[in-house]
């Protein structure tokens, strides 16, 4: 998950600050600078809040399972 979003945020950064740049009538090798800057920080970024994301969801889906195998588990020994 975390390659995905990082896939994601960088290339939007880089894309908005060269968006930026035109509208601005920046220089185009500072525009360029600053948007290979934001597109690996962003990149990063977005790796380290993919990683994040992608752990809560792993916690939480394996607490339900733990939690529908653990009920189980009991009904079968109240039934026996």
Do not use: H, W
């Amino acid at each position: 998950m975390g390659r995905n979003y990082a896939g994601i945020l960088g290339p939007v950064a880089f894309a908005t600050v060269v968006a930026r740049g035109l509208l601005d009538g920046s220089g185009l090798e500072p525009t360029l600078k600053l948007a290979c800057v934001c597109l690996f920080g962003f990149a990063a970024l977005g790796y380290v809040i993919g990683q994040i994301g992608g752990r809560v969801v792993s916690d939480s889906v394996k607490a339900q399972f733990d939690k529908q195998l653990a009920d189980l588990q009991a009904s079968e020994q109240a039934e026996a």
